[in-house]
């Protein structure tokens, strides 16, 4: 499967954006799928996770209650919705597939996209 992710940008500091995560190859479906970031210069970090039929989700404690994870299998599409973001929220952005739901582990993940840029300025 192939994920492309989309929807990163410049915002300033307490703004939204919304990131799609669209997948070809074959229906995510049955998949759990998640958002990964990574700073300039730190490591790739968990950000969310929905399961496969969107009834559960999983935050990072740092994005709790700002970003929501939704997903619309009809569309073979993940979205995070961001919220009140900050300047530490500046990262590229990956959505990941097939891994365990509460799995924070980049290495518990098997699909990866190849990430969007989001720049929070102050």
């Known amino acids: 499967v192939q994920l492309q992710a989309s929807g990163g940008g410049l915002v300033q500091a307490g703004g939204s954006l919304r990131l799609s995560c669209a997948a070809s190859?074959?229906?995510?479906?049955?998949?759990?799928m998640g958002w990964f970031r990574q700073a300039p210069g730190k490591e790739r970090d968990f950000v969310a996770a929905?399961?496969?039929?969107?009834?559960?989700?999983h935050y990072a404690d740092s994005v709790k209650g700002r970003f929501t994870i939704s997903r619309d299998n009809g569309k073979n599409t993940v979205y995070l919705q961001m919220a009140s973001l900050k300047p530490e929220d500046t990262a590229v952005y990956y959505c990941?597939?097939?891994?365990?739901?509460?799995?924070?582990?980049?290495?518990?993940?098997?699909?990866w996209g190849q990430g969007t840029l989001v720049t929070v300025s102050s």
């Open positions: 990941a597939g097939y891994g365990v739901l509460g799995n924070t582990d980049v290495r518990g993940w098997r699909y």
């Open positions: 190859g074959r229906t995510i479906s049955s998949y759990n």
């Open positions: 929905i399961s496969w039929s969107g009834t559960s989700t």
